[in-house]
């Protein structure tokens, strides 16, 4: 019979936040929960990253007065996400108008 060795709650929520936000392959789990950070939290209640394809990350916004707010704000973005992914993972944010929820 296997023993089975036991974790602490923590540890295994550490664990998992570790593989979520791999700075080699961030996951889309692991920019969600960096997006409020990197945005802004205002910024965040009205988008959210939905898919990342070739080191773009694709932003859907809720009106088109915070896709053109999240556009000129794109820069320090950026800088905000290579601060937690390094620069080669995300090179660039695309923003389009879609479901938030």
Do not use: Q
Request: with cysteine.
């Amino acid at each position: 019979m296997a023993i089975k060795k036991e974790k602490v709650i923590g540890d295994v929520l550490k664990d998992t936040l570790k593989k979520l936000i791999s700075p080699s392959r961030p996951s889309e789990e692991g920019v969600l929960l960096l997006w409020g950070a990197a945005a802004g939290c205002d910024a965040a209640k009205h988008s959210k990253p939905v898919a990342i394809k070739k080191s773009e990350l694709l932003v859907n916004v809720d009106s088109s007065s915070w896709l053109y707010e999240l556009t000129l704000r794109k820069k320090e973005t950026l800088k905000g996400l290579e601060g937690k992914f390094g620069k080669k993972v995300i090179k660039n944010i695309r923003f389009r108008i879609g479901e938030i929820s």
